[in-house]
């Protein structure tokens, strides 16, 4: 387990996080809209029901405010989908990871 990643947090300040995602279900196009209280690394990632990472983008640094950003999975198969979104502010240890099922229909 790595120490410095934690599903949920007891920082009431992390808790704050606003992740949307939309469309879902969707044909491969996905966006992922959120609002950032301090400028941040976001890391996304889309795995499969069996685990295995099907996705992975860059790595983001952005600043504080509202982003979307769009995740293209036109290239994978129909099927249920985990994204995980791990945001980790510039002042912190701690990522705080949401986890979100997501459909791809074609």
Request: cysteine-free.
């Amino acid at each position: 387990v790595n120490p410095s990643i934690l599903v949920g947090s007891l920082d009431p300040e992390l808790n704050d996080l606003n992740i949307n995602v939309f469309p879902n279900p969707s044909n491969g196009s996905f966006n992922v809209v959120l609002v950032l209280r301090e400028n941040s690394e976001l890391n996304l990632s889309v795995f499969a029901v069996n685990g295995q990472l099907v996705w992975s983008g860059s790595k983001l640094n952005l600043s504080s405010g509202s982003h979307q950003v769009p995740v293209p999975l036109e290239n994978i198969e129909s099927g249920m989908y985990t994204l995980e979104v791990a945001v980790r502010e510039r002042d912190k240890e701690n990522a705080l990871i949401s986890r979100q099922k997501i459909s791809v229909l074609r």
